[in-house]
DNA sequence: ACTCTCCTAGGTCATTCGTCCTAATCGTGC
DNA sequence: GCACGATTAGGACGAATGACCTAGGAGAGT
């Protein structure tokens, strides 16, 4: 096997596992165990735990950045752009009722460790919140852009958090139509 | 010291620090030394961790009713009611931007620990919900009392979130001014 | 066949975790 | 002043943690 896919074998996993189970919950063992690997060969890899997060957020951003780009390929309005950011609550329903939004989560709990990443963490919404802003520019929005933007992130993260609370798919389906109501309404100017 | 003041001092220190650093990063040893007591004596209280979850959901349970009486208390109108709710942002936040909102971290957090405690958190959510939406029906929005809870509670947890990731107090005003401007939004009808 | 580098396996280390036990101390009623 | 239950202190437990080391295998180039 090569090196360089074994290192991505463990992001993958060590990925997986953060969100679901959270960063500090989440075991050297754990990660070994699910690419099936000896705990040795690991630290081969990975000499530190931080490193593996370091490796893990490089990762999601990258993986976030690609997405975007998808999303900002082919002829779509702005508007229309900034619905799929808004259907990721749809899409990703079932694992956002389970573990919450992967970013909002992630952030929450390197704060709490005030861990030395946070920092890093933080700019998978900024990923998000440069984007979003773009879109409002190109709505004709350059005034207020970024407030947009945060706006529209603000509302995502607080549906993800009652979603994990309450496991309710019709508040998600309803404050989705919402937003894209709230969207639709910010169309002109 | 009476066992009923050590009980009540173990549960405000393990409070504080599920809430400063998660319930799994803290360790019995912390919440010992932070009151001064050995760890034998610790376990003659609490005979497991989950044991002094259970007590800190039932204390930040009683404390919310609490806040939420005081709020329904005095002669003020639904609407102010609701402001009081939408203003504990501002009130709290240097503590939101350091550790985000106490019951959503923790909901959070137990959703990926997959915890039995997991219900009784939510039950904190379930109290805000149920307030805000008897001050929506005493604004006389009966039919959509419980969604609009719903939202504003969404709001005030993706608020939350945002803040402890970009730590910006002109956003948290912001949106503070928002959701104010939205609730006198809703007022008539 | 040989070497040299890349990769892997498994063991070991001190520390910390949650849990549990026992012996000593405290306070109150008799 | 004694007894007895309530409370405390401190140590011990096995398991798990993050971190580290070393011996060896795999494979390519010579």
Redesign the pocket.
């Known amino acids: 096997?090569?090196?360089?896919n074994?290192r991505q074998h463990i992001v993958e996993a060590a990925d997986r596992l953060f969100y679901e189970q959270g960063f500090?919950a989440?075991?050297?063992?754990?990660i070994a165990e699910a690419v099936?690997?000896?705990?040795?060969?690991?630290?081969?890899?990975f000499?530190?735990?931080?490193?593996i997060l370091d490796a893990v957020i490089a990762r999601r951003l990258s993986n976030t950045a690609a997405m975007l780009e998808t999303w900002e390929a082919g002829n779509k309005t702005p508007s229309e752009r900034i619905q799929s950011f808004i259907h990721i609550l749809i899409t990703n329903q079932t694992k956002i009722m389970a573990y919450g939004c992967p970013v909002g989560t992630l952030c929450n709990e390197l704060a709490k460790l005030d861990h030395v990443a946070q920092t890093d963490a933080s700019k998978l919404f900024t990923l998000f919140r440069d984007w979003l802003a773009r879109q409002f520019e190109a709505m004709g929005r350059d005034a207020d852009a970024d407030a947009l933007a945060m706006h529209l992130l603000m509302r995502s993260q607080g549906v993800a958090a009652l979603a994990t609370a309450f496991r309710d798919e019709h508040f998600i389906r309803r404050e989705v139509d919402d937003m894209c109501q709230w969207l639709q309404s910010q169309q002109p100017l």
Do not use: C, I, P
């Open positions: 096997m090569n090196a360089v074994t500090e989440t075991s050297f063992a754990h099936q690997l000896s705990r040795g060969n690991f630290y081969y890899h000499r530190s735990k931080d490193e």
